[in-house]
């Protein structure tokens, strides 16, 4: 099985930056291609082009590689990914990361939500979260749960639905200084609305 999909997804910060529209901070986008294998294996290579319309920071070109297995009950994964132009960190040199994590399903049988508990650890291969002239190792560590709601529509509308996630992620030196985190640790709250044809 194959999958293409090239799509933009835009993502409001709270801080105004130096152009306009102010408060838009982030707009990224995305060209992936997905292989699904016998027996549970898929992997994935996807194209980012990170943009910042209000000029927080400059445009940053990432392609990344992951390789999942989804026949056990803990769905391991693991990712990497290589700066191609610019800085994720805004440092001085283009980085190489690397994310090991679990997604295991919260099982309801009854129940048409869908419930995960997904565990990431994301660390640095070299040089992608500097601070000044240091490179950290040690990016976040993040769980959380994942709900998946379906929305009743008309089937000409295809199938839609609602994501919320509530997650908490612990940031290593470099991402605590670049978040401008007190403590290091912060609660996230994610909405999402998908739909497919």
């Known amino acids: 099985m ?11 910060g709270g801080e105004d930056g130096p152009g306009d529209p102010a408060m838009w901070y982030e707009t990224d986008y995305y060209a992936s291609l997905g292989l699904g294998f016998a027996e549970g294996w898929s992997a994935d290579v996807t194209y980012t082009a990170y943009m ?3 000029g927080t920071f400059g445009t940053v070109r990432e392609l990344s590689t992951g390789i999942a297995y989804e026949d056990v009950g803990i769905a391991p994964y693991v990712n990497f990914a290589f700066d191609l132009d610019g800085q994720a960190d ?6 190489t990361y690397f994310e090991l994590g679990v997604g295991p399903a919260l099982d309801f049988p009854d129940s048409p939500v869908s419930l995960s508990s997904p565990v990431a650890i ?4 070299s040089d992608y979260y500097e601070t000044g002239d ?4 040690f ?13 009743p529509t ?16 612990a940031f290593g030196d470099a991402l605590k ?3 401008g985190a007190d403590d290091g640790f912060e609660p996230v709250a994610v909405f999402g609305l998908s739909l497919g044809y």
């Open 139 to 151: 990016g976040f560590f993040q769980f959380g749960l994942v709900a998946g709601i379906p929305l």
């Open 177 to 179: 200084s670049i978040n």
């Open 90 to 95: 805004g440092g001085s040199n283009e980085g």
């Open 134 to 137: 240091q490179s950290d190792s």
């Open 154 to 169: 008309a089937p000409e509308y295809g199938s839609w639905e609602l994501s919320i996630e509530a997650k908490f992620i």
């Open 2 to 12: 194959e999958q293409f999909a090239l799509w933009p997804q835009r993502v409001q």
């Open 122 to 125: 994301g660390l640095s291969v």
């Open 52 to 54: 910042s319309p209000n």
